[in-house]
């Protein structure tokens, strides 16, 4: 995108104001700016007119058909099989949610690197491709790994990986991708600047995956090898099984064109969102959605009915993934408080919210599908989230998970 390429397209949109010093700038600050503009997707602007913002929830129903431990007990020797032939036919991928950083945790580095060790160092992202390990050794070959980074921490994650040689993991199979950015703007829907040559841009949330996907071109080559199945799953779970055979089969088995793995809730109320049916269509309800009486209902058998919280590690066909890439998802709108740059040229940093930020999710993705298998895992097993330094969700409560599941930390 060259400039005038780049005025024309602010001046549909009203945002000129994103050139206002590119005359001040150095010929490499220009090609950058140009560059952050002509990643922007405008249309996101369009949320910000709405004052009632926000995704509309259709009719929420509880999901029947979770298959639960016990029948995947019953099955498994079955299932796992028909997971470990698409596995050596490398008809799946995993693919690593990890563009965040680890601020919550006292980190300025991304969260994968931050060290949960006690007696020597294990890292987060040691502990992902650990787990990843098991299946490649189970079933005889490679699974591809294809890891999403964001702009703030994509040098930082792929050195990373290189100083550790992969953690032992065969880089032939290792890519990396940027996740696509979105733009902050004010409640007018004006786009904020961080200084005269950056824009004010935030990951486009969990939801723009395969959108940044398919941008990176890694789309065909994954394709090209044979790839089907994408295993998608986030970073800060450090007992999650990616490429799990048992549930690779069993959404194969099914028929359906995603799987979700579930755990049954610690309580009603905890922050997880959890399997539903909306408008007659599978799909997650957000923990801050759930009613107090959606929380406590029952099922005719006295089961809850609202039981099964998601842990995003999800498995999409491509093919159904292709089928929706055109489709616009919903927008969340969230009201942060954004650092800007004023218009004499002065940084401002907010103590109350003072705009938007706009985000995919991608629990929208599954009710976008034709069907989903909600499969139960162990969540003593397979759920040791890290969102905090300490307490509920924390590095504390996930070291426990780990030893009691035989982790030498």
Known sequence: MNFEEAKKLLADYGQEHLLAYYNELSVEEQADLLGQISMIDFSVLKLAEDKNHGVKKGKIE?????????????????????????????????????????????????????????????????????????????????????????????????????EHNYFGYNAEYVRFFIQDMAPSTDYNGKIYMEGKAKISMSPNGNGGW????????????????GVEWLNVFAVDNVLQKMADPVFVGGTIRSG????????????????????????????IVEYYELTEEMMYQKNPDGTPAYHYGVILNYLFA??????????????????????????????????????????????????????CFSFEVDRRKEFAPIKNPTGVDSVESARELLMENGIQL
């Not at 601020?103 to 580095?109: A, F, I």
């Not at 189970?138 to 890891?147: D, T």
């Not at 089928?323 to 940093?349: C, Q, R, S, W």
Request: charged content about 25%; some cysteine.
């Open 62 to 162: 509880p999901l029947p058909g979770t298959y639960t431990l016990d029948m995947v007990a019953k099955e498994k020797d079955e299932l796992e099989e028909i997971g470990l032939e698409a596995i050596r036919q490398c008809k799946v991928a995993a693919v690593l949610l990890a563009g965040g950083q680890g601020t919550r945790l006292g980190s300025d580095k991304p969260k994968g690197m931050y060290n949960i060790g006690l007696t020597k160092g294990v890292y987060i992202f040691e502990m992902i491709v650990r787990n990843l390990m098991q299946v490649v050794e189970k079933s005889g070959a490679w699974v591809p790994l294809l890891v999403m980074t964001s702009v703030k921490n994509h040098e930082d994650t792929t050195g990373f990986f290189k």
């Open 318 to 371: 491509i093919e159904s993934l292709e089928k929706i890439a055109n489709a616009k998802m919903p927008l969340h709108i969230v009201e942060k408080k954004i650092p800007y740059m004023d218009t004499d040229g002065n940084m401002v940093k907010p103590e109350s919210p003072n705009g938007y930020k706009f985000e995919t999710l991608i629990l929208d993705m599954i009710h976008m599908m034709d069907n």
């Open 256 to 283: 359906y064109p995603s799987g979700a793995k579930v755990v049954g809730k610690a309580a009603p109320d905890e922050k997880v969102g959890v399997m539903c049916k909306e408008d007659g269509m599978p799909s």
């Open 210 to 225: 395969f959108s940044s996907l398919m941008r990176s071109g890694l789309l065909n080559e994954i394709k090209r090898m």
